[in-house]
Nanobody, 124 residues
Framework: QVQLVESGGGLVQAGGSLRLSCKAS????????MGWHRQAPGKQREMVAA???????NYADSVKGRFTISRDNAKNTVYLQMNSLKPEDTAVYYC??????????????????WGQGTQVTVSS
């Protein structure tokens, strides 16, 4: 079974930095897009940043210039470097990956997988 395990959340003061990591494992043939979403209390989940297997990136307007997404394909891991954090960045951050499972001649269609979420709290 595919698992996405996140780490790196926590409490930080406004203006500070945090780095989130998410490692995918379990019967993976290929990972297409990886990314981060977040959900604040009372709000809908929103895309924060995404990165293709080739390294192309996409960011929400609210985080451009402050957050940087990267990935290590050899480690099936995606990172989110968050700088100049603001109280409005407070949310549960979820890792996402579009994954093709496979091995021994079997390959699945691409499926979406999510991590369990990690809390990021920015104090003013």
């Amino acid at each position: 079974q595919v698992q996405l395990v996140e780490s790196g959340g926590g409490l930080v003061q406004a203006g500070g930095s945090l780095r989130l990591s998410c490692k995918a494992s379990g019967g993976i043939f290929r990972i297409n897009t990886m990314g981060w979403h977040r959900q604040a209390p009372g709000k809908q989940r929103e895309m924060v940043a995404a990165i293709s297997s080739g390294g192309s990136t996409n960011y929400a307007d609210s985080v451009k210039g402050r957050f940087t997404i990267s990935r290590d394909n050899a480690k099936n891991t995606v990172y989110l470097q968050m700088n100049s954090l603001k109280p409005e960045d407070t949310a549960v951050y979820y890792c996402h990956a579009e994954i093709i499972r496979g091995g021994r001649g079997y390959y699945s269609s691409p499926d979406d997988y999510w991590g369990q979420g990690t809390q990021v709290t920015v104090s003013s």
